[in-house]
């Protein structure tokens, strides 16, 4: 069966988090934060971080997962977003992405490291949140070691 991942994009407060739970539930799997900054560990205040009420049982991962004192960048999360996708991707036909960092989203979707040889196609679904408005598309997600 083809693997997919689900994205869901927006800024903060729209009601990403929740979806993404219900989502998640849904199809028995798992989310992957897709936010620059619920990632650290010292960064609670102004993040909008789900509290494990919100999370509901469900696993969420890059979130407090590094610290402040590391260097970490648009490409690192990408080759541990890949690698955690494979592990996901072992056990579930759906992961959700949830967040709203463009960079991040676009890194794992599209690549920054494109001299690379392609080791698998992925769909992703993207659900973009717009205050008042909420629009649909699909495109295909080329993951690249």
């Given at each position: 069966m083809q693997k997919?991942?689900?994205i869901i994009c927006g800024s903060t407060a729209v009601g990403k988090t929740a979806l993404s739970v219900q989502l998640a539930k849904h199809y028995s799997t798992e989310v992957i934060s897709a936010d620059s900054r619920q990632l650290y560990k010292e960064m609670s205040i102004g993040t909008a971080k789900p509290t494990v009420q919100e999370m509901e049982g469900v696993p969420h991962h890059f979130?407090?997962?590094?610290?402040i004192q590391q260097n970490y960048t648009a490409g690192d999360y990408e080759k541990e977003v890949i690698k955690k996708l494979d592990e996901l991707f072992a056990q579930?036909?759906?992961v959700v992405m949830c967040g709203g960092t463009g960079l991040y989203?676009?890194?794992v979707c599209k690549g920054f490291y494109l001299l690379n040889f392609i080791r698998c196609k992925r769909n992703a679904i993207f659900i973009v949140f717009k205050p008042g408005n909420l629009s649909f598309g699909v495109v295909t997600c080329v993951l690249l070691n």
């Open positions: 997919h991942l689900l979130i407090d997962c590094i610290s579930h036909d759906i989203i676009d890194a």
